[in-house]
C-alpha cells in the first residue's frame, strides 16, 4: 500500500486553495461539502469560484501565491496547473508541516484525494495509488452502480433509531443480529425506495416488539426482466436479484438475465408458453406467497415490464391481500426494447401522435378490442402476443377503415442475439409473419412510423410513404 487511507476532519478548520480555475473550483466544491473554512488564493479566479465569493462561503486573495500563505492551513491544495507556482506551494506547505495535494502530480503531494463515490454520510474512497486514474474512476462507476442511491438516507434512517434499539435489545450480540436482519430485511427495502414514512411505522413496531427474537420475514419484489438482454435491466432490479433468495422466474426472462441470479439462490421456471401452461396461476400466486411467508426474499422476475401483458397487477393484489410485503420494479417492455433495436421510432411528429399497446390474443382466443379507435390514423399499434393472429387482426383493421397501405413491421426476439424482423404492408400482415417464419415471442407494428425502422428501407421509402398516407 503506498498510502494510508484516512478521512479528515475538516469541518470549521482553515484550508487553503491556490489556483481559480476548474481544477481548484473541483476542490473547492469538496471542501465546502466538508465545512472547511477555505481561503482561495490566485489572482484570478473563474465563474464557480466567483459564485461562491458572492455566496460568501469563501475568503480570495486576489493576487500570487506567496509562502506566508500556508501558515496556519490544516491543509493546502494547490491547483494552478503551473509548475513553478505549484511547486512552490508544495516546499512551502512541507516546509511548515502543512499537508499539501497538488493536483495530478502525485510526486509533490503530502497526500492524495481519492475518487469517490458518495451517498451522505456514507463515503466511499477509491485510490490506484496514482498508478492509474481512468482505473480509479472505472472502480468508481462500478461502485456507483452497485450501490443504490438512497443508501446514505438508509445510514442516517439507522442512526436515528440506534439509541431506541439500544434500549429495547440491551444484549450487544442480540443488537447486532437485529441490525442484521434490519439491512436484510423489508423495512430498509423500503428506505431504499423512497417509502420512508411506511418505514419509519413499521420500524418502530419492530423496536417496539423486540423483533431480534422473532423469526426474520420474507418479501416479494415483482421486478421486470426487460426484453432479454440483460443491460436493459434496471438497477434496482439488478440488486435484488443478486439479493433474492429465491427466483421465480417466466418464460420470457432471457437467460442472460438467469445469469446474474445469485448462485446459490433457488430457481424456479413457471414459465407458460402458448397453449401449454406449466403452472397455473393460481399456482404461481400461491407459491410466490409461500417462499415469502417462510422468510424468503423472493423475487418474482417477468419478461418486460410486470404492468404490460404480465399479470403483475393480479399478483399483486395477491400478495397485498395476505399482508406480504411487497414491491413493484419497472422493466422495459418489448415495444421499447423491439423500437430501440429496430430504430423504429414509435411516435414521430410527422407520422404518429399517440401509441396503443394492444394484445392479440383475449381470453377466448379473440381480443377484445374497439377496432375502429385502433384503425384511427396518426397512431401506432403494437400488438404482443399477435402472430398467431396476424391475418385475422389486420383483415378487422382493414374492415374497420385503416389503409391497407400501411407499413407493418413484425419483430421477433427483440434484444436478443437470435432477433429478427421483417417488414410490408398492412394488407400482407398474415403472409409477412408465415414467410418469415416467425413464431414468437415477437411484436406487431403497425402505424407509418414502422417505415422509418433501420431495415425496413428501401422498400418502404418515407417519401412515398407520406404520399400514401395523405
Ligand atoms: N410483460 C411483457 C409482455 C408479456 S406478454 C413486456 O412488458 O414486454 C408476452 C408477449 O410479449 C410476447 O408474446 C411478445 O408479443 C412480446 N415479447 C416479449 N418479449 C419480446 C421480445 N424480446 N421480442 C418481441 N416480442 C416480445
Given at each position: 500500500?503506498?498510502?494510508?487511507?484516512?478521512?479528515?476532519?475538516?469541518?470549521?478548520?482553515?484550508?487553503?486553495?491556490?489556483?481559480?480555475?476548474?481544477?481548484?473550483?473541483?476542490?473547492?466544491?469538496?471542501?465546502?461539502?466538508?465545512?472547511?473554512?477555505?481561503?482561495?488564493?490566485?489572482?484570478?479566479?473563474?465563474?464557480?469560484?466567483?459564485?461562491?465569493?458572492?455566496?460568501?462561503?469563501?475568503?480570495?486573495?486576489?493576487?500570487?501565491?506567496?509562502?506566508?500563505?500556508?501558515?496556519?492551513?490544516?491543509?493546502?491544495?494547490?491547483?494552478?496547473?503551473?509548475?513553478?507556482?505549484?511547486?512552490?506551494?508544495?516546499?512551502?506547505?512541507?516546509?511548515?508541516?502543512?499537508?499539501?495535494?497538488?493536483?495530478?502530480?502525485?510526486?509533490?503531494?503530502?497526500?492524495?484525494?481519492?475518487?469517490?463515490?458518495?451517498?451522505?454520510?456514507?463515503?466511499?474512497?477509491?485510490?490506484?495509488?496514482?498508478?492509474?486514474?481512468?482505473?480509479?474512476?472505472?472502480?468508481?462507476?462500478?461502485?456507483?452502480?452497485?450501490?443504490?442511491?438512497?443508501?446514505?438516507?438508509?445510514?442516517?434512517?439507522?442512526?436515528?433509531?440506534?439509541?431506541?434499539?439500544?434500549?429495547?435489545?440491551?444484549?450487544?450480540?442480540?443488537?447486532?443480529?437485529?441490525?442484521?436482519?434490519?439491512?436484510?430485511?423489508?423495512?430498509?427495502?423500503?428506505?431504499?425506495?423512497?417509502?420512508?414514512?411506511?418505514?419509519?411505522?413499521?420500524?418502530?413496531?419492530?423496536?417496539?416488539?423486540?423483533?431480534?427474537?422473532?423469526?426474520?420475514?420474507?418479501?416479494v419484489?415483482i421486478?421486470?426482466?426487460?426484453?432479454?438482454?440483460?443491460?436493459?435491466?434496471?438497477?434496482?432490479?439488478?440488486?435484488?436479484?443478486?439479493?433474492?433468495?429465491?427466483?421465480?422466474?417466466?418464460?420470457?426472462?432471457?437467460?442472460?438475465?438467469?445469469?446474474?441470479?445469485?448462485?446459490?439462490?433457488?430457481?424456479?421456471?413457471?414459465?407458460?408458453?402458448?397453449?401449454?401452461?406449466?403452472?397455473?396461476q393460481?399456482?404461481i400466486n400461491?407459491?410466490v406467497?409461500?417462499?415469502?411467508?417462510?422468510?424468503?426474499?423472493?423475487?418474482r422476475?417477468?419478461?418486460?415490464?410486470p404492468?404490460?401483458?404480465?399479470r403483475g397487477g393480479e399478483e399483486l393484489a395477491y400478495l397485498?391481500?395476505?399482508?406480504?410485503?411487497v414491491?413493484?420494479?419497472?422493466?422495459?417492455?418489448?415495444?421499447?426494447?423491439?423500437?430501440?433495436?429496430?430504430?423504429?421510432?414509435?411516435?414521430?411528429?410527422?407520422?404518429?401522435?399517440?401509441?396503443?399497446?394492444?394484445?392479440?390474443?383475449?381470453?377466448?382466443?379473440?381480443?377484445?378490442?374497439?377496432?375502429?379507435?385502433?384503425?384511427?390514423?396518426?397512431?401506432?399499434?403494437?400488438?404482443?402476443?399477435?402472430?398467431?393472429?396476424?391475418?385475422?387482426?389486420?383483415?378487422?383493421?382493414?374492415?374497420?377503415?385503416?389503409?391497407?397501405?400501411?407499413?407493418?413491421?413484425?419483430?421477433?426476439?427483440?434484444?436478443?442475439?437470435?432477433?429478427?424482423?421483417?417488414?410490408?404492408?398492412?394488407?400482407?400482415?398474415?403472409?409477412?409473419?408465415?414467410?418469415?417464419?416467425?413464431?414468437?415471442?415477437?411484436?406487431?407494428?403497425?402505424?407509418?412510423?414502422?417505415?422509418?425502422?433501420?431495415?425496413?428501407?428501401?422498400?418502404?421509402?418515407?417519401?412515398?410513404?407520406?404520399?400514401?398516407?395523405?
Amino acid at each position: 500500500m503506498n498510502y494510508f487511507p484516512a478521512f479528515f476532519d475538516l469541518r470549521d478548520r482553515p484550508a487553503l486553495i491556490v489556483g481559480g480555475g476548474e481544477a481548484a473550483a473541483r476542490r473547492l466544491r469538496l471542501l465546502r461539502k466538508a465545512g472547511a473554512r477555505v481561503t482561495v488564493v490566485a489572482p484570478r479566479v473563474g465563474n464557480e469560484i466567483a459564485a461562491a465569493l458572492a455566496e460568501g462561503a469563501v475568503a480570495l486573495r486576489q493576487r500570487g501565491f506567496v509562502s506566508g500563505d500556508v501558515n496556519g492551513q490544516t491543509a493546502v491544495f494547490a491547483a494552478t496547473g503551473l509548475d513553478g507556482v505549484d511547486s512552490r506551494v508544495a516546499e512551502a506547505a512541507r516546509t511548515a508541516g502543512v499537508p499539501v495535494n497538488v493536483a495530478d502530480r502525485a510526486e509533490l503531494s503530502s497526500f492524495i484525494v481519492p475518487a469517490i463515490v458518495e451517498r451522505d454520510p456514507v463515503v466511499i474512497g477509491i485510490s490506484t495509488g496514482g498508478a492509474a486514474p481512468v482505473l480509479a474512476s472505472r472502480v468508481r462507476e462500478a461502485i456507483e452502480r452497485l450501490l443504490p442511491a438512497r443508501l446514505g438516507g438508509l445510514a442516517d434512517f439507522a442512526d436515528s433509531f440506534r439509541s431506541a434499539v439500544k434500549a429495547t435489545v440491551p444484549n450487544a450480540a442480540s443488537r447486532l443480529r437485529f441490525w442484521d436482519r434490519f439491512f436484510d430485511g423489508p423495512v430498509a427495502d423500503q428506505v431504499l425506495t423512497g417509502n420512508e414514512r411506511a418505514a419509519r411505522e413499521r420500524m418502530l413496531t419492530l423496536v417496539n416488539n423486540r423483533a431480534a427474537n422473532e423469526p426474520p420475514r420474507g418479501s416479494v419484489a415483482i421486478v421486470g426482466a426487460g426484453p432479454g438482454d440483460p443491460d436493459l435491466l434496471t438497477l434496482r432490479a439488478l440488486r435484488l436479484i443478486q439479493r433474492a433468495d429465491v427466483v421465480i422466474y417466466d418464460k420470457l426472462v432471457g437467460p442472460g438475465v438467469l445469469d446474474l441470479v445469485r448462485r446459490d439462490a433457488e430457481r424456479i421456471h413457471v414459465g407458460k408458453s402458448r397453449g401449454h401452461h406449466s403452472k397455473g396461476q393460481d399456482e404461481i400466486n400461491a407459491l410466490v406467497a409461500e417462499e415469502a411467508l417462510g422468510g424468503k426474499r423472493v423475487v418474482r422476475l417477468k419478461g418486460g415490464d410486470p404492468f404490460i401483458f404480465g399479470r403483475g397487477g393480479e399478483e399483486l393484489a395477491y400478495l397485498r391481500e395476505r399482508g406480504i410485503p411487497v414491491e413493484v420494479v419497472p422493466g422495459i417492455t418489448a415495444a421499447l426494447g423491439c423500437a430501440a433495436v429496430t430504430g423504429l421510432p414509435l411516435t414521430h411528429r410527422d407520422h404518429a401522435q399517440a401509441v396503443t399497446l394492444a394484445t392479440g390474443q383475449g381470453k377466448d382466443g379473440e381480443p377484445d378490442l374497439d377496432w375502429a379507435a385502433l384503425a384511427r390514423l396518426n397512431q401506432t399499434l403494437v400488438i404482443y402476443m399477435g402472430v398467431g393472429a396476424a391475418g385475422r387482426i389486420a383483415t378487422r383493421l382493414i374492415a374497420h377503415g385503416l389503409d391497407a397501405a400501411t407499413p407493418v413491421a413484425v419483430i421477433e426476439n427483440g434484444t436478443l442475439p437470435n432477433q429478427k424482423a421483417a417488414y410490408g404492408r398492412l394488407s400482407g400482415l398474415g403472409w409477412l409473419v408465415r414467410q418469415s417464419g416467425i413464431a414468437g415471442p415477437a411484436l406487431i407494428v403497425i402505424g407509418r412510423v414502422a417505415a422509418l425502422a433501420d431495415a425496413a428501407l428501401p422498400a418502404l421509402e418515407p417519401a412515398r410513404l407520406r404520399a400514401v398516407a395523405v
